[in-house]
């Protein structure tokens, strides 16, 4: 079982947070790399084995409902025994999904490839996961920045993963595998490595040390007179309300952004485009998921939270117009529209996680984490699946301009917010 040391002054906060930064850093440059490579070929490998592009969005669905049962599964063992178990089992089975994916591909079995797909998804999860546990440590002032360093690490892998599916591919044809499988033995090659890095080097543990700090606190709390450091009731019930509008911020903002990626790679294939070409546009989305995050974090913690979510809403919309005005012929509004898909993402995404960390104790917080992302990965999922049907029923300009405005919703939950 994962322990803190004896003596907290042994380790100053700074300095534990400065190294659980550095080795979440390492671990997200290859979680990113096993994220992005199945981003990029998975709804191809779909239609390649199933020849429906209605089902193509399946695989995204079936991904992100593995990473709502993973972010649960995560959020317990972090809770319990803190995040270094919790992350590390993460990516383990990220990497045995990968692995089930290739024999799938190999076997030409569906039913095997829906199952790895789900396992994959944990992967997924724990990427995101990763990003609470760069906030363990950081000072309120500075929390969405500790969220956003670790992100951004995310950008490495993310953009090179993408750009080595046709490298990859190959690869696979050499070794007798199907070409569209190819970036999955990327995949599960740094998700194992990403287990590895965290397993041997996030010690100490940044939950388990927070934990013990803010025992010390309240302890002296506690020892000063009419000091009970306890939360009154309004304080309880507005720390729920905070929790509920970061999930609400994340879950839209997911839904929105899954359903407009998953598709465009079909949408490109159906028009002529190659491999080489949906790779790039994901590469920039992916990019732009990630890449803005230290200037967002700087900017949720200097303009508010609230502010932030609604700019996110702004640019989910934004690039639904773009995207359903993109000639079909051209891969330059399509980079544009995925890379404001991608912004708009992180803007939301760093700022629920900030409004729930803020607002969840540190003795429920792992938890807590852990159930918000099983509904933000449930809303990936949906959009994710519904995606497919939508394009195939009414085209993919109508599910680009409808996530667009779905993204609005963001816009009166700020305001509710606001109101309290």
């Not at 100053?12 to 997200?28: C, E, G, K, M, S």
């Not at 070929?41 to 409902?65: F, H, K, R």
């Not at 404001?340 to 792992?366: E, P, S, Y």
């Not at 409808?402 to 993204?407: C, Q, S």
């Amino acid at each position: 079982m994962t322990t803190v040391p004896a003596r907290i002054e042994d380790l100053p906060r700074f300095q534990a947070q400065r190294r659980t930064l550095i080795v979440l850093v390492a671990a997200q440059v290859l979680s990113g790399a096993g994220l992005a490579a199945g981003v990029t070929v998975g709804a191809l490998l779909a239609q390649d084995m199933l020849s429906s592009t209605s089902l193509a969005g399946l695989p995204s669905a079936l991904g992100t409902a593995g990473s709502a049962l993973a972010a649960f599964a995560v959020g317990r063992v972090s809770q319990a025994r803190g995040r270094r178990p919790g992350l590390a089992a993460g990516y383990l089975a990220g990497a045995v999904g990968s692995a089930g994916v290739i024999a799938a591909a190999v076997a030409g079995s569906s039913v095997l490839l829906f199952f790895a797909l789900f396992v994959y998804g944990a992967g997924m999860a724990t990427n995101l996961q990763a990003r609470y546990a760069g906030a363990d440590l950081a000072v309120p002032a500075r929390r969405a920045r500790a969220v956003s360093t670790v992100l951004v690490a995310t950008t490495v892998g993310g953009v090179v993963g993408p750009n080595l599916a046709a490298p990859t591919g190959e690869l696979a044809h050499t070794l007798g595998i199907p070409y569209l499988a190819g970036p999955f033995l990327l995949a599960g090659t740094a998700y194992a490595l990403a287990a590895l890095v965290l397993t041997i080097w996030l010690r100490p543990d940044p939950l388990l040390l927070a934990r013990a700090l803010e025992a010390e606190r309240i302890a002296v709390a506690y020892a000063q007179p009419g000091d009970t450091g306890g939360l009154l009731p309004a304080a309880v019930e507005r720390r729920r309300f905070s929790v509920l509008v970061g999930a609400l911020v994340m879950v839209l903002t997911q839904l929105v952004m899954v359903a407009i990626m998953t598709m465009t790679p079909i949408h490109m294939h159906d028009h002529g485009h190659g491999t080489t070409a949906s790779g790039l546009v994901i590469a920039i989305h992916i990019g732009a998921m990630y890449l803005p995050s230290p200037l967002t974090g700087w900017l949720v913690d200097r303009y508010g939270r609230l502010t932030i979510a609604t700019a996110s809403a702004l640019a989910l919309l934004a690039a639904g117009i773009v995207a359903a005005n993109a000639p079909d012929d051209s891969v330059a509004p399509l980079s544009v529209a995925l890379a404001l898909l991608g912004l708009g993402w992180n803007l939301g995404l760093v700022t629920g996680t900030a409004i729930i960390t803020d607002a969840v104790a540190l003795t429920t917080r792992a938890k807590t984490q852990g159930l918000v992302d099983v509904s933000v990965a449930i809303a990936g999922a949906t959009g994710g699946m519904a995606s497919g049907l939508v394009v195939a029923g009414a085209g993919y300009p109508l599910l680009a301009i409808g996530g667009g405005i779905l993204a609005l919703a963001i816009v009166p939950v700020v305001a509710a917010a606001r109101s309290r």
